[in-house]
């Protein structure tokens, strides 16, 4: 019987699933090799739980950070949690609404509209492979959320930005931010996750590709950008491995030592 003396954190998008949101059979294939030799895999993603459900049980994998890191769950047992608070929710809200911007409100378990029928709300979930949310409005009124998306295009989030120092807006597609507590960010998230482990930090390693991965590379033992990176992650980056369709998982943890198969 192994000790775990490790883990390896995973970004979702373009990180555990390739550019067609598939996750290669080598990848699935590796994290099982890592859990044979003792080595703790979690999650790390800006995703809610309920929408990457389907990936922890294919991957038979029971920790994770989620939200970028405000809702954190090691081996089944939540350990960490940072909502938004209310007050700051509801400014948001009324200043998007007022500048015509669409806002979707999440929980642990599900997510709903501001609106009905907005392209940008349906583009952006989309490329996640997600349908439209049911709407409704008052939803952030009733309760818990964690993170919310607020639709806009780029740059357009800078007033959002400059009116709320309460709140972080981290840009993942070109039509939508996540709107998380200032402070929040992957890193939290991951050092929540380690501390429940009982390793250290400098037995810590991530793979990321975007704006949200930039603390959690940081802020790892060892930091691994995939090849279809942003060059901000690269150049902060301990290694840049082969992109996420050219096996890039396997051959970055094969360069750590972490896979000799």
Not at 9 to 22: R, S
Not at 92 to 113: E, I, R
Not at 165 to 188: M, T
Request: net charge negative; glycine share 8%.
């Amino acid at each position: 019987m192994y000790v775990n003396n490790k883990i390896v954190f995973f970004d979702i998008d373009g990180t555990l699933v390739d550019h067609n949101k598939d996750i290669p059979r080598e990848t699935v294939r590796a994290i099982e090799l890592l859990k044979e030799c003792g080595i703790y895999v979690a999650i790390a993603t800006g995703r809610a739980p309920f929408m990457f459900e389907d990936i922890r049980k294919k991957l038979a994998i029971e920790s994770f950070v989620s939200f970028n890191g405000q809702y954190v769950v090691f081996e089944g047992e939540t350990v960490y949690e940072h909502p938004i608070t209310k007050t700051n929710l509801v400014t948001l809200y009324k200043q998007a609404t007022s500048g015509g911007h669409p806002m979707v409100f999440m929980t642990n378990n599900d997510m709903k509209a501001s609106i009905e029928g907005h392209p940008d709300i349906k583009n952006s979930l989309a490329s996640l492979k997600f349908h439209y949310p049911e709407v409704d409005p008052d939803f952030l009124h009733k309760t818990t959320i964690y993170q919310a998306l607020l639709f806009c295009k780029d740059k357009e989030e800078a007033s959002y930005v400059n009116a709320s120092e309460q709140l972080r807006f981290i840009r993942w597609h070109d039509y939508s931010c996540d709107v998380l507590p200032n402070g929040g960010s992957k890193a939290v998230g991951v050092e929540k996750l380690i501390e429940a482990s009982g390793l250290k930090v400098e037995d810590s390693y991530a793979f990321g590709d975007g704006l949200n991965d930039l603390e959690m590379i940081k802020h790892v033992g060892t930091g691994i950008a995939m090849g279809n990176a942003i060059e901000e992650l690269k150049q902060i980056a301990d290694y840049v491995t082969d992109d996420v369709d050219n096996g890039g998982i396997v051959k970055g943890l094969r360069h750590l030592g972490l896979l000799t198969k």
